[in-house]
């Protein structure tokens, strides 16, 4: 299975069924070191994936719409992802 079908798959996971295990298999698939992912980060994401607007965004919206993931395979530049912002590199280095 191809990175992206994964992180797909780990993500429909997490958002349709939010356990700490669902979230913690997702969120340790963003990680360079899975070790370091603490417990307080995956308690926040099971609180806000089992938020009931949260459900109903997920439920509601329109995947193919807000693909992220195909998306970021098409990016020409490194980025490096930091919590909810996307941090792009500085220019020149």
Known sequence: MSGQNRLQE?????????????IRKRMEWLFHDPKILPDELVDIRLKIYNDPAMQYVLNTRDRSVYNLIEKILKLQAPILFSGRRIIPPVLGR
């Open 10 to 22: 780990l993500t429909r996971d997490a958002t349709g069924t939010p356990t700490k295990e669902t």
